[in-house]
T-cell receptor, first 115, second 114 residues
Framework: GNSVTQMEGPVTLSEEAFLTINCTYT??????LFWYVQYPGEGLQLLLK?????DKGSNKGFEATYRKETTSFHLEKGSVQVSDSAVYFC??????????????FGQGTILTVHP | NAGVTQTPKFRVLKTGQSMTLLCAQD?????MYWYRQDPGMGLRLIHY???????AKGEVPDGYNVSRLKKQNFLLGLESAAPSQTSVYFC?????????????FGPGTRLTVT
């Protein structure tokens, strides 16, 4: 079956530091890959997505590249802000119509950014 | 356009009590999902629906039932609550567009079973 593994957290950074959160996956075929963000007390919001190998998803200064050869989708940001403090989830959905968009999530990584 | 809404936001139950969580979406999406979120485990799929009148089991369906009598609503029921069902429950909806399902999530329901 599908699985997603994220780097262990929590991650604590100073403002303007570089961020990397590692994500690797196991799936058959060509899944679609996502990063979701959950701010305190809120639901999940889609941060970025990629649907095929070598696609780069980007949003709000965050980037992630779909690497088929290493089955990875690492999240990066060049300069984090205090407002980026949140929980970040890597997720995938299988290719094909019968997946019905069901998501498989990683365990989440808590990011705290200090001024 | 409210997106996905969930009722209630918080609930405390005693072991053995029952309750229903309501999810509503106003985006005319075909697909709806219920997930639970537990610390260190991400979100896990409980049940999902691919259209009005349909339901299917997800990864962790035991102890839960669902119904989708109207396209815009997806109900999650706990017939006899157990402490292991203490969790945060999220509903989501999606539609296939451009070959991709993009899920939209509700704000969550925090349930405590004592």
């Amino acid at each position: 079956g599908n699985s997603v593994t994220q780097m262990e957290g929590p991650v604590t950074l100073s403002e303007e530091a570089f961020l990397t959160i590692n994500c690797t996956y196991t799936a058959t075929g060509y899944p679609s890959l996502f990063w979701y963000v959950q701010y305190p007390g809120e639901g999940l919001q889609l941060l970025l997505k990629a649907t095929k190998a070598d696609d780069k998803g980007s949003n709000k200064g965050f980037e992630a590249t779909y690497r088929k050869e290493t089955t990875s989708f690492h999240l990066e940001k060049g300069s984090v802000q205090v407002s980026d403090s949140a929980v970040y989830f890597c997720a995938l959905t299988s290719a094909g119509g019968t997946s019905y968009g069901k998501l498989t999530f990683g365990q989440g990584t808590i990011l705290t950014v200090h001024p | 356009n409210a997106g996905v809404t969930q009722t209630p936001k918080f609930r405390v139950l005693k072991t053995g009590q029952s309750m229903t969580l309501l999810c509503a979406q106003d985006m005319n999406h075909e697909y709806m999902y219920w997930y639970r979120q537990d610390p260190g485990m991400g979100l896990r799929l409980i049940h999902y629906s691919v259209g009005e009148g349909t339901t299917a089991k997800g990864e962790v369906p035991d102890g839960y039932n669902v119904s989708r009598l109207k396209k815009q609503n997806f109900l999650l029921g706990l017939e006899s609550a157990a402490p292991s069902q203490t969790s945060v429950y999220f509903c989501a909806s999606s539609q296939l567009a451009g070959g991709l399902y993009e899920q939209y999530f509700g704000p969550g329901t925090r349930l405590t079973v004592t």
